[in-house]
């Protein structure tokens, strides 16, 4: 790498470093924010999902803006919001208003995550760039790694609101390091489309809202059929208008490219499974284990670690042996760990029992994810990369929000909080869920093309 590069892959891994750091920060401090402002296990899940949401349906509007007034200068106000609504999320008087913030601090991480890896894509040339984006994962993975860390000693030693304050200079230093030391790139210009961000964001936000309420009125309540009809509606209609905007936020014509399709499926699948899991097995490690947040966090580092560990090297055997064999091989790790996990949970079973089908299933997750990331940004044409990154980047989010609500109403199906056993009980076939979504995933994998060359001007692509 030339000096360019470094400083490229370096703060664009910065600036995703935060955006994920966020999310696992706030995983493992649940619980205290749900004693501190009495918030039940549905709104519990709206903290994450409400950031999750605006985060998804933003992203695309985010890349557009990047490849309009030029990715450093969108960054760097991503960054800024991102920074704002951190501290007001620390700020928050109630859990209402920790919502909304959470929302807006979603919509900064929309023009920060798909700018970073747009920034990395088009800094690398296709022969080098499964590497980069290895290395990009596994700079990533530190956050993931060191996230439960960080929110159990904020949670237990200072407070909840600390998970928050702290994003605020990290952001300061990476906003100052960006413009002194990052080139300025843009895309073709294109139109922004309103009409898709209203439809996609109402739609998948009926969809979700159904799937978050019906633990609380049951799967047959008129709220939560409606809720879900309009969402299939309103994501059919944006389908539709995707299809005949002259300049769509999610340009469907990609989706008949197999390695893009597939690869972003296999990759939803993956986060459903991913983000589903993380969200009950912070609160299990409460509420059967008896752990507060610093020793819940510890316990996380061994699954969530591998990402730091075999990112990279995924990225590296990506470029060398095609992203299939890893995406494949990656979601069947996933899955079995997963199941592995579900068939031992109960009341009596203890975190070493727990520990091999999470390592199993963390290293599974560490080689599926590069691949689909080099999959998809391959699969198109330069000019069209901030696009399909931020496709990618959609569909990723969404997924986890999909995993967080079914994997959530399939617990409150089975069981509860208030002991050990009622929490086994839902744990167990909603983690069995979540071993589904990955094997569901393995299977769409299989369909991606072999290993290939990237799609661009002068370069073989061998399917």
Same mark, same amino acid.
């Given at each position: 790498?030339?000096t360019?590069?470094?400083?490229?892959?370096?703060?664009?891994?910065? &600036?995703?470093?935060?955006?994920a750091l966020?999310?696992?920060?706030? /995983?493992?401090?649940?619980?205290?924010?749900?004693r501190?402002l009495?918030?039940g296990?549905g709104?519990?899940?709206?903290?994450?999902?409400?950031?999750?949401?605006?985060?998804a349906?933003? #992203?695309?509007?985010?890349?557009?803006?990047?490849?309009?007034?030029?990715?450093?200068?969108?960054?760097?106000v991503?960054? &800024?919001?991102?920074?704002?609504?951190?501290?007001?999320?620390?700020?928050?008087?109630?859990?209402?208003?920790?919502?909304?913030?959470?929302?807006?601090?979603? /919509?900064?991480?929309?023009?920060?995550?798909?700018?970073?890896?747009?920034?990395?894509?088009?800094a690398?040339?296709?022969?080098?760039?499964?590497? &980069?984006?290895?290395?990009?994962?596994?700079?990533?993975?530190?956050?993931?790694?060191?996230?439960?860390?960080?929110?159990g000693?904020? !949670?237990?030693g200072?407070?909840?609101?600390w998970?928050?304050?702290?994003?605020?200079?990290?952001?300061?230093?990476?906003?100052?390091?960006?413009?002194?030391?990052?080139a300025?790139g843009?895309?073709?210009?294109?139109p922004?489309?309103?009409?898709?961000?209203?439809?996609?964001?109402a739609?998948?936000?009926?969809?979700?809202?159904?799937?978050?309420?019906?633990?609380?009125?049951?799967?047959?309540g008129?709220?939560?059929?409606a809720?879900?009809?309009?969402?299939?509606?309103?994501?059919?209609?944006?389908?539709r208008?995707?299809?005949r905007?002259? !300049?769509?936020?999610?340009?469907?014509?990609?989706?008949?490219?197999?390695a893009?399709?597939? /690869?972003?499926v296999?990759?939803?699948?993956?986060?459903?499974?991913?983000?589903?899991?993380?969200?009950?097995? !912070?609160?299990?490690?409460?509420?059967?284990?008896?752990?507060?947040?610093?020793?819940?966090?510890?316990?996380?580092?061994?699954?969530?670690?591998? #990402?730091?560990?075999?990112?990279p090297i995924?990225g590296?055997l990506?470029?060398?042996?095609?992203?299939?064999?890893l995406?494949?091989?990656? #979601?069947l790790?996933?899955?079995v760990?997963?199941?592995?996990?579900?068939?031992?949970?109960?009341?009596?079973?203890?975190?070493?029992?727990?520990?091999?089908?999470?390592?199993?299933?963390?290293?599974?997750?560490?080689m599926?994810?590069?691949?689909?990331?080099?999959?998809?940004?391959?699969?198109?044409?330069p000019?069209?990369?901030?696009? &399909?990154?931020?496709?990618l980047?959609?569909?990723?989010?969404?997924g986890?929000?999909?995993?967080?609500?079914?994997?959530?109403?399939?617990?409150g199906?089975?069981g509860?909080?208030?002991?050990p056993?009622?929490?086994?009980?839902?744990?167990?076939?909603?983690?069995?869920?979540?071993?589904a979504?990955?094997?569901?995933?393995?299977?769409?994998? #299989?369909?991606?093309?072999?290993?290939?060359?990237?799609v661009?001007?002068?370069?073989?692509?061998v399917?």
């Amino acid at each position: 790498m030339d000096t360019a590069q470094r400083w490229a892959l370096g703060l664009a891994s910065a &600036a995703s470093f935060i955006v994920a750091l966020d999310v696992l920060v706030v /995983a493992t401090a649940l619980t205290s924010i749900q004693r501190d402002l009495d918030a039940g296990l549905g709104t519990l899940e709206w903290t994450l999902n409400a950031y999750s949401l605006a985060f998804a349906v933003l #992203l695309p509007t985010g890349a557009a803006l990047g490849d309009r007034f030029g990715r450093k200068r969108v960054l760097v106000v991503g960054l &800024a919001l991102f920074a704002v609504s951190s501290a007001a999320c620390a700020l928050a008087p109630g859990v209402g208003v920790l919502v909304a913030a959470r929302a807006f601090q979603g /919509a900064g991480a929309a023009l920060v995550l798909p700018l970073a890896l747009t920034i990395v894509s088009t800094a690398f040339p296709p022969r080098s760039r499964g590497k &980069a984006l290895g290395l990009f994962s596994g700079i990533t993975g530190i956050a993931t790694f060191a996230g439960p860390f960080v929110g159990g000693v904020v !949670a237990e030693g200072l407070a909840w609101q600390w998970v928050f304050w702290v994003n605020v200079p990290i952001c300061a230093v990476v906003i100052r390091l960006v413009g002194r030391h990052v080139a300025d790139g843009r895309g073709p210009v294109r139109p922004l489309d309103p009409w898709g961000v209203l439809l996609v964001t109402a739609g998948v936000f009926g969809l979700v809202w159904g799937l978050v309420r019906a633990d609380a009125v049951g799967w047959a309540g008129v709220e939560v059929l409606a809720s879900l009809v309009v969402g299939l509606v309103l994501v059919a209609v944006f389908v539709r208008h995707e299809q005949r905007t002259p !300049a769509p936020m999610m340009p469907m014509r990609f989706f008949a490219i197999r390695a893009f399709t597939s /690869a972003n499926v296999a990759n939803f699948a993956l986060y459903a499974s991913l983000y589903g899991t993380l969200f009950l097995l !912070a609160q299990h490690f409460r509420e059967v284990l008896g752990h507060g947040p610093l020793a819940a966090g510890l316990r996380l580092m061994p699954w969530t670690g591998t #990402l730091m560990v075999c990112a990279p090297i995924a990225g590296v055997l990506a470029d060398r042996w095609g992203e299939r064999r890893l995406m494949v091989v990656g #979601l069947l790790l996933q899955g079995v760990g997963m199941a592995w996990l579900a068939s031992v949970s109960g009341p009596d079973v203890g975190y070493a029992q727990m520990l091999p089908p999470l390592v199993v299933g963390g290293v599974g997750v560490s080689m599926a994810m590069p691949a689909a990331q080099k999959s998809v940004v391959g699969a198109v044409g330069p000019a069209e990369v901030g696009q &399909a990154s931020g496709v990618l980047t959609v569909l990723r989010i969404l997924g986890g929000v999909f995993g967080i609500a079914v994997l959530g109403a399939v617990f409150g199906a089975f069981g509860g909080v208030g002991s050990p056993a009622a929490f086994t009980a839902g744990f167990g076939p909603a983690i069995g869920v979540a071993a589904a979504f990955a094997l569901l995933g393995c299977v769409v994998a #299989l369909g991606m093309p072999g290993r290939r060359a990237a799609v661009v001007a002068g370069e073989p692509r061998v399917d």
